[in-house]
Structure formats: C-alpha cells, structure tokens
C-alpha cells in the first residue's frame, strides 16, 4: 500500500463494534507515560483487533520529530513496555498510522496546524472520524491546551452527532478546590461534560472493577454491608518504592494529593456507594458523589482523624535505603508527607458510626493494595463458655486490590482434637489461579471506554471537587503546621506512631496485609 492513511488497518477485524473511526492526538507525546502506558496500550487493543479500522495516532509536542523517527520511538515503547510480546505485523500497521505535529501548548497556529492535518487525514480516509484528545502533558499546561482546542475548533467537531471530540485529561486534576474548580471552569468554557474522561487509572485496574461485581451480583453481602453488621474499614495503598527520581512532582504534591485524593477516595466511594440503579456512567458517577458528598469534615486539631509522615533511612527489599530528605530533588528541610492516614466518617443512613480509615505510603514493607472490611466480633457466649481465652476474632473480608488479586475471608473455625477450640481460618480466591495472570492493563481498558465514549470507569467534575473538598482543609492545615507535627517512620516498617494511634484512639490496629 503505497498511502499509508488509505491503508485497511485492521480493516474489517475490529470485533469492537462500538468503537468509531478515530484520530487520537496525544499531546505530551515525547512523554514518560505515553511511552510506558499509552502507546503499550494501545498496541495491545490493536492485537486485540478492538480497534477501529480507521485508526490514526498524531503525537504532539513542543520538540519537532520526524514521522520516522516518531514510529521508531514508538516501536520502541511497546517493545519495551507492552505487556504481551509485540506482533510485528500488527506493531508496522500501526506504525503506518501514526504522525507527529510539532507545536508549543500555547501556540494558536499550532493547533490550527493540528486542527488542518486531522482534516486532511479525514478528507483521505473518505469517511468522518471523532478525535480523541489525550492531554498527557503536566499539568501546568492543561488549561493552555484546552483553551486552544477550543479555539482551533478541535473542542467542538462533529459535536452534534456520535463523532464529537472528546478529551481525556490525565492526573493531577487540580492540587486543591480551587484549582479543581477553576480546571472544571476552563473544560466548560470549551466543551461539555460528556465529551471530558478524567484519568484514574485506578479505575481501570480489573479488580476495582471486579469490587463493583462482588458487591452487586452476589446476594450474600449487601444484607451485611451496613453499620448493623460493620465495624469498620480499612483501605491501604502501600508502596514498596520510595519517591525516587520524581522529587520534583513529588515535593509539590506530597501523598494526600498524589495517593489519596484519588485513588484511594474512589475506592472508598466504590466500596460505600448505594447500589446504582444501572452500570451506567451517571447512575454509577451520581452514587460516588453522594457518598463523597456525605463525608464530614475532619478534625484537624491533636488527636484529631489525619496522620501523616516522612520516611527515614531503613531497610527493604534487604538493603539500607535513604530517608526521603537524603532523596534527590528534595528539600532537606523539607514538609512533603510520604505517608498519610486519615479516620473518616460517612454521615449516611448506611454508614452512620463506621470508621472508614485509609492509609497511603511510600517505603512501606511491601507494594499492596487492599480494602479490608472488618464485621462485628459475634457473641462470644458459646465458646467462651467453652474455655476460649481469647474473645472470637471478627470476620474480615479483604478485597486484595494488587498484587495478588483476589479475595480473602476470614472466618473462626474449630482446631481439630478433642478440645473445643477456635482459630481464624481463611478462604481465599485468588485470581491468577482462575483466570491466568495476563489481565489486560488498566490504560487499556481506559482508553477503549474513552474511544467508545462510555465514562463509567472515569472520574466527573463534581466527584473530584467533593473528594478535594475534603482534603483542601487537611492540606491547608498541614501546610500552616510546616515540619511541626510531622512524624518519621523507618523506610520498610509499616507506618508511623501517629497512624497507629489514630487506630487506637477507637480501639483499633491496622492490619499488616
Ligand atoms: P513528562 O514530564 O514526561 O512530560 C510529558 C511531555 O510534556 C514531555 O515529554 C514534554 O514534551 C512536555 N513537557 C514537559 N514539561 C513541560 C513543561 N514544563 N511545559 C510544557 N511541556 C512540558 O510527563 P509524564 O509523561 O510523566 O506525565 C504526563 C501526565 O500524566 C502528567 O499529568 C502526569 O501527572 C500524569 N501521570 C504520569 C504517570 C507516569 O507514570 N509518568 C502516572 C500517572 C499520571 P515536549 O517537550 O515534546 O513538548
Ligand atoms: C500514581 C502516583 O498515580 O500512582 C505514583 O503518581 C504511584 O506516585 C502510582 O507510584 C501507583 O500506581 P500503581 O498502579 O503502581 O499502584
């Protein structure tokens, strides 16, 4: 085929009816998380023949890069990074679909540019595409960009049928209410909240969203999903690594912002939602805010619901690592928390009285992610009676969100002999043994529900103003206090003092998953 844009990509074999013919333009293109993420993903949906037949991938950026050499950096990427060893045939189709533009983020005519080349790209293919803007830039020129893709007239394309533009927006969106709030402002000065996808790419992990099908097709757990039968829950989002050569975001961000505010709020929000009335993006998108929305405001003064914490130099992984202050790129004097614990309360019919208790951090002993939920202890009159020491331990269910997947629940059983005693015993599935270990990755599964417009998995406009209309007066506070009341934890232990007394000030431990 001597015309690359007439080529049939993969024509006739997308088995994704649903997704349309598209351009997608990635701006930040030269970037670290479209080498490592985006375009990994997006060969795979091409192995997976779901993409569309008229597929076009325009790389933006402010360096000039040639096509050529843009398909070779291209190639490289999903050879480095793509979870499944790359197909030649199906890696040189998609090569042949990809172009550069070289522009600055504030630049008008670039964006014109851009703007003339999908439309030449359109005029060649014969047929009307919908653009997919990937805005994976830092964040200090997301609103520049989206400025000018309205101004280019790129917001607003095909914008009464199907074929309208939309625009994916990475992480962080905003770094407080305000910020949110005026990001909010910029998106809608140039198109509508239907057309925007707010990046969480913990939505996209399989078992987040294989939380929304444990609790809602199976009968056995909503009778107990309440305050009669809780006691409470904790969410943890431990790392094993510690900030390394990010110091510079990280300073600036710190993890209420980088770990919490997101990701572990929207697991919370999945986790206390009412049950939606359909899998619909705003049947699903209204229970999480409202269940964001029913969250009180923190105590912020001592012995109040936040705890946070830099790590110091300790073990893991079997060697000596640096405390975050010996790191390169951070402040010696720096007031950055790697670690934060917060005690929250859902003021709600369902939750009233639960402690919802959540935890992030970097050099924690391991990387793991779970949502713990902790039922009542039963009555103990039986066994006690029977000579138990101990009072029988409560059931947990532990959603384990990474690594090993799966679920596990804890439950009292009897000791074999001739005595009657009792012993946590557990069940546990784990979905490697199930299902095999290959799971598609979460930007995969993102970036087809963007191209095939359904917003569900993704985070709306209102959601991340509720969630950071929560975290803004904690930051606010933390900044006021400086290093004052900043604790330290050894890289490799699972956290400072202050969290576990924050447990404890309602009779609770957290628990060493
Ligand atoms: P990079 O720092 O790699 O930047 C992406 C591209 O943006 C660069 O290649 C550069 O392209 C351009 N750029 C960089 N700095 C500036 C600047 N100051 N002004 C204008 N343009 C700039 O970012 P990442 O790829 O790591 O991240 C992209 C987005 O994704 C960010 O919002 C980040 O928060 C988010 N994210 C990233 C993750 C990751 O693992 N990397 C994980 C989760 C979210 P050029 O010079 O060619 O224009
Ligand atoms: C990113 C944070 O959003 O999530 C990083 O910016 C963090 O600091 C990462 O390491 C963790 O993601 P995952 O998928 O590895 O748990």
């Excluded at 375009?39 to 933006?60: E, M, Q, R, S, T």
Aim: charged share 20%.
């Amino acid at each position: 085929m001597s015309d690359p844009v007439r080529h049939p990509f993969l024509q006739g074999l997308s088995k994704h009816r649903g997704t349309p013919p598209t351009v997608v333009v990635i701006f930040g293109a030269s970037g670290d998380l479209t080498a490592r993420k985006l375009l990994p993903a997006i060969y795979n949906l091409a192995h997976d023949n779901l993409l569309p037949a008229d597929f076009h991938l325009v790389g933006f950026g402010r360096t000039p890069v040639p096509n050529a050499e843009f398909r070779t950096l291209a190639a490289k990427a999903v050879r480095d990074f793509s979870r499944r060893a790359p197909l030649d045939a199906v890696l040189d189709r998609l090569s042949e679909r990809l172009t550069y533009v070289a522009g600055a983020y504030d630049e008008p005519d670039a964006f014109d540019r851009l703007a003339a080349h999908i439309a030449e790209i359109e005029k060649q293919l014969g047929n009307q595409v919908q653009t997919l803007c990937y805005i994976s830039t830092p964040p200090s020129v997301f609103a520049p960009v989206l400025h000018h893709l309205g101004s280019s007239g790129l917001a607003t394309r095909h914008l009464d049928g199907p074929l309208h533009t939309k625009v994916v927006i990475e992480k962080p969106f905003g770094h407080d209410l305000d910020s949110a709030r005026a990001l909010n402002a910029a998106i809608r000065s140039v198109c509508a909240e239907h057309q925007v996808y707010r990046i969480d790419h913990y939505l996209g992990k399989e078992t987040v969203q294989d939380l929304l099908v444990q609790r809602f097709a199976n009968a056995i757990f909503e009778p107990l999903w309440n305050r009669n039968y809780i006691d409470h829950v904790q969410l943890t989002v431990a790392e094993e690594l510690g900030v390394g050569s990010r110091g510079g975001y990280y300073e600036q961000a710190g993890c209420l912002r980088d770990m919490i505010q997101n990701h572990t709020m929207q697991l919370l929000a999945l986790t206390a939602m009412e049950p939606p009335v359909s899998l619909d993006a705003e049947a699903v998108r209204d229970e999480k805010v409202k269940v964001l929305q029913s969250i009180q405001p923190l105590h912020l003064g001592p012995d109040g619901d936040t705890a946070r914490a830099q790590y110091s130099t300790g073990m893991t992984g079997g060697k000596m690592v640096s405390g975050y202050l010996e790191e390169p790129g951070i402040a010696p004097d720096s007031a950055t928390e790697t670690y934060a614990a917060l005690r929250l309360s859902i003021n709600n019919w369902r939750w009233q009285g639960v402690p919802f208790y959540l935890r992030s951090g970097k050099r924690l002993p391991h990387r793991v992610s779970e949502i713990a939920i902790q039922f009542k202890r039963p009555p103990g009159t039986l066994f006690a009676a029977a000579g138990e020491r101990f009072p029988l331990a409560p059931n947990t269910l532990a959603f384990r969100i990474q690594p090993d997947e799966g679920l596990g629940l804890v439950l009292s059983g009897k000791v074999p002999g001739l005595e009657t005693r009792t012993q946590p015993v557990q069940m546990n599935f784990r979905y490697a043994a199930t299902f095999g270990s290959n799971t598609p990755e979460a930007y995969e599964r993102l970036v087809l529900d963007a191209l095939t417009g359904d917003g569900t998995l993704f985070i709306r406009g209102d959601e991340a103003e509720a969630s950071w209309r929560l975290c803004t007066p904690v930051l606010d506070a933390w900044r006021a206090q400086g290093r004052e009341g900043m604790d330290t934890y050894a890289a490799g232990s699972w956290g400072p003092a202050a969290a576990d007394a924050l447990l404890a000030r309602s009779g609770h431990l957290w628990r060493q998953p």
